[in-house]
């Protein structure tokens, strides 16, 4: 057992995700407004490992710099209790730089990161491949699956990922 943050901006499809890797809805959502410093969105277990949703600000017209600090409080509560962090972002958007995020988050030595490239289902794969080169070269995560979290399309290859990560998983226990 263990647990994974999954982090990203609202909308880019946590919740779907979380929902299709467990096969049950939301456990837990919080009444709280998103004044909350953590903005957890939900909490989803599975006998596996607890997924803690995050909603990181989606608020993209803010300067750059402000919006990293956000992100970085966020992902810093986030990640400390954290086997593994999910990183979702929408395949049909462009692309963004997340080092900062990735480097303020990973307080537990160094946190395996999975770059979630979700809603594949929306671009040609042509395009998929160029994201997926994008966020390859320019960010610092372990790895990047595309998937479509609605049509449930890569959710094993995530699945299979967070396995080895956990601290009971059999890549750590031979
Ligand atoms: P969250 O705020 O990050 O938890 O996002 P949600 O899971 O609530 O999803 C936001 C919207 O995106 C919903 O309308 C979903 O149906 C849609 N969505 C989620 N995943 C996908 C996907 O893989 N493909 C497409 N086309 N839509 C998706």
Known sequence: SGYVAVLGK?????????NQMVGQKLSIVTDKPQTTRHRILGIISSEEYQMILYDTPGVIEKKMHQLDTMMMKNVRSAAVNADCVLIVVDASKMPRKIDEILEEGNLKDKVPTLLVLNKKDLIKPGEIAKR???YEKFTDVDEVIPVSAKFGHGIEDIKNWILTKLPTGPAYYP
């Open 10 to 18: 609202p909308n880019v499809g946590k919740s779907t995700l979380s």
């Open 132 to 134: 997926l080169e994008w």
